[in-house]
């Protein structure tokens, strides 16, 4: 009866034993009907069979439309495999966490021309290589190790995959409803402020040099602000951040990856500084910010930024020589775009200390530019981001054109805005009651940004921090 019932099958058509193989549960399950007899496996294991394509689109978003049958054949018996592995990357990087990297990163890659959402019965439903990055993520413990090595003083370094991959998962690691490793040793406060004099200031974008990213240094300031956001032992951030509705809080992408050339016009964030400067590391492990409101803070409040003007417009009209964040001349302009706008505080609180006696401070005045940077580690999707928050001198600015205002908005038609609007005319330090730069990187999603702000009118000595934004 059996030996009739194996016969029986065998006489199956090739298509219907391939489509019985498709809605097979498991990968395990298909293994063993492959290798029940040499006629399944011939029906099955040829990439021609269409089992493997359509178990590829189960599990991920469509392959490019140049993929033959047997690269997604293997490009899913890949994942398969290594996205089922737990990685360690306590004594360095081997063979399987760099395999795993390479595997997460072709996710990443797929996410930068395809990311739509997809309908699964009555719902529509966000990116599966979305899913499957989180649940990677999640399932290995990754963001529970954010450095390599036990410490910072750890003498394996990470590699530039590991770094983006990090550095592109923040959107997780700033989700205080998931529980990540976040300890005081997993960033290096010299970096973080850049107070180390015995070593040179190294931007954290290099415009002339092929428009890398310094994710070393990225990775040392997101390490910081998971930190002082999401763990209640630092009494810092951490009370601001939780108390802000969780749809504001910052979130995954929703477009692909490579999809995000314009700017959120409205962000929320965070940015930090440290009073009296700190003299040795021992001062800054004992004390990291003025978020502490042990000297002249006296509230954690997030900034607002609204950017809603976005505009090509040439160089010598938007950017004050007072910036010294220079442009990346290998950058075409029509990839630039500028952008100015205001930032407000829902308090009084700020980086100056001087405003109105109204309870409502006037918004500060922000202008800036982003320009698209290459894929980072094969990770696409970062894009260079300058700007500075500014309050024009009254005294230097009463000769410019009667009815403009003072540079951070505009009022009447384009023409007059496009001519008056960008005051004040010479942008030297004498033009500025005070001035803040920012120079950073929107990670790949676009909606988050970090890097590090600088008081762009100190003289004796450097003032500057680290700072984190996200779209709302």
């Known amino acids: 009866m059996a030996s009739n019932s194996g016969t029986r099958l065998v006489n199956l058509p090739k298509e219907l034993i391939q489509m019985i193989a498709m809605r097979v549960p498991k990968d395990a399950d298909l293994c063993r009907m492959a290798h029940t007899c040499r006629y399944f496996a011939k029906a099955i294991i040829p990439?021609?069979?269409?089992?493997?394509?359509?178990?590829?689109?189960?599990?991920?978003?469509?392959?490019?439309?140049?993929?033959?049958?047997?690269?997604?054949?293997?490009?899913?018996?890949?994942?398969?495999?290594?996205?089922?592995?737990?990685?360690s990357f306590q004594d360095g990087e081997g063979s399987k966490e760099k395999l795993w990297l390479s595997v997460l990163t072709t996710l990443f890659v797929a996410e930068s021309y395809n990311a739509q959402p997809y309908r699964q019965g009555d719902e529509m439903c966000v990116s599966r290589n979305r899913a499957c990055i989180k649940e990677a993520v999640m399932r290995s413990g990754f963001l529970n190790q954010p450095i390599v090595g036990d410490d910072v003083n750890s003498s394996l370094p990470p590699s530039r995959p590991y770094l983006a991959i990090q550095l592109a998962a923040i959107y997780l690691a700033l989700d205080i409803r998931l529980s990540f490793r976040s300890l005081r040793t997993d960033y290096d406060l010299k970096i973080v402020y850049r107070c180390d004099s015995s070593t040179p200031a190294i931007p954290i974008t290099a415009p002339d040099d092929e428009g890398n990213i310094d994710l070393y240094q990225l990775l040392h300031i997101r390490n910081f602000w998971k930190r002082h956001l999401t763990n209640p032992d630092e009494d810092t951030f951490y009370k601001s951040y939780h108390n802000i509705p969780e749809i504001m809080r910052p979130r995954a992408w929703e477009e692909g990856l490579g999809n995000k050339g314009?700017?959120?016009?409205?962000?929320?964030?965070?940015?930090?500084?440290?009073?009296?400067?700190?003299?040795?590391?021992?001062?800054?492990?004992?004390?990291?910010?003025?978020?502490?409101?042990?000297?002249h803070w006296d509230s954690t409040c997030a900034l607002v930024i609204l950017s809603p003007r976005l505009r090509l417009i040439p160089r010598n009209k938007t950017m004050p020589s007072i910036l010294p964040y220079p442009i990346n001349a290998n950058i075409e302009p029509s990839s630039r775009t500028y952008f100015r706008g205001t930032q407000s505080l829902n308090l009084h609180q700020n980086h100056h200390h001087t405003h109105d006696s109204n309870d409502q401070p006037r918004p500060n005045s922000m202008r800036g530019f982003t320009e698209p940077c290459p894929a980072q580690a094969g990770v696409p999707g970062w894009r260079r981001i300058c700007f500075i928050i500014y309050e024009v001198n009254p005294e230097f600015s009463a000769s410019a054109v009667d009815g403009n205002d003072n540079g951070g908005g505009g009022g009447g038609d384009d023409d007059k805005e496009e001519v008056e609007g960008w005051q004040p005319w010479s942008w030297t330090a004498v033009d500025f009651t005070w001035a803040y730069g920012y120079e950073g990187v929107i990670v790949p999603g676009g909606g988050i940004m970090l890097g590090r702000w600088r008081n762009m009118m100190a003289e004796a000595e450097v003032e500057e921090g680290p700072y984190i934004f996200w779209v709302v």
Not at 53 to 82: A, G, N
Request: aromatic share 10%; hydrophobic share 30%; proline share 9%.
């Open 47 to 87: 990439p021609n069979s269409g089992v493997w394509r359509t178990r590829f689109l189960d599990e991920y978003d469509h392959p490019p439309p140049d993929k033959s049958s047997e690269e997604v054949r293997v490009e899913y018996q890949v994942r398969s495999i290594m996205l089922a592995q737990t990685p």
């Open 262 to 295: 314009s700017l959120g016009t409205r962000w929320l964030g965070y940015y930090s500084c440290i009073h009296p400067l700190p003299i040795s590391s021992t001062d800054l492990q004992e004390r990291q910010t003025c978020a502490d409101l042990m000297s």
